[in-house]
């Protein structure tokens, strides 16, 4: 029998999991009990999808580079999202 999905997590994933269950599984509210940006949780739930096999990488460069800048409390949250949203846009238009 293959592995089980819930072995491919470690002890700070398991905290993650139960974090967000309690916040009903919404990253907004989540943000707002424990001061994490809603892009680095977003990062964490990607992180956990990879880990469980079911996301391929995705992410754009520049979208990593936004969500490093809002970890490192270089950019707020707020901006980050709508240069994003603008970049996304521009993208579409191509």
Do not use: C, H
């Not at 509210?29 to 079911?54: C, E, I, T």
């Not at 996301?55 to 460069?61: F, L, V, W």
Request: aromatic share 10%.
């Amino acid at each position: 029998m293959g592995k089980k999905w819930y072995e491919a997590l470690d002890a700070d994933d398991v905290a993650f999991l139960q974090q967000l269950a309690a916040a009903d599984f919404k990253l907004s509210r989540l943000s707002a009990q424990n001061g994490s940006s809603y892009f680095v949780l977003k990062k964490k739930v990607s992180k956990l999808k990879q880990a469980l096999g079911q996301e391929e990488k995705e992410d754009t460069d520049f979208k990593e580079y936004l969500e490093l800048l809002v970890a490192e409390k270089i950019l707020p949250s707020s901006i980050a999202q709508v240069l994003y949203q603008k970049y996304l846009e521009g993208v579409r238009k191509k």
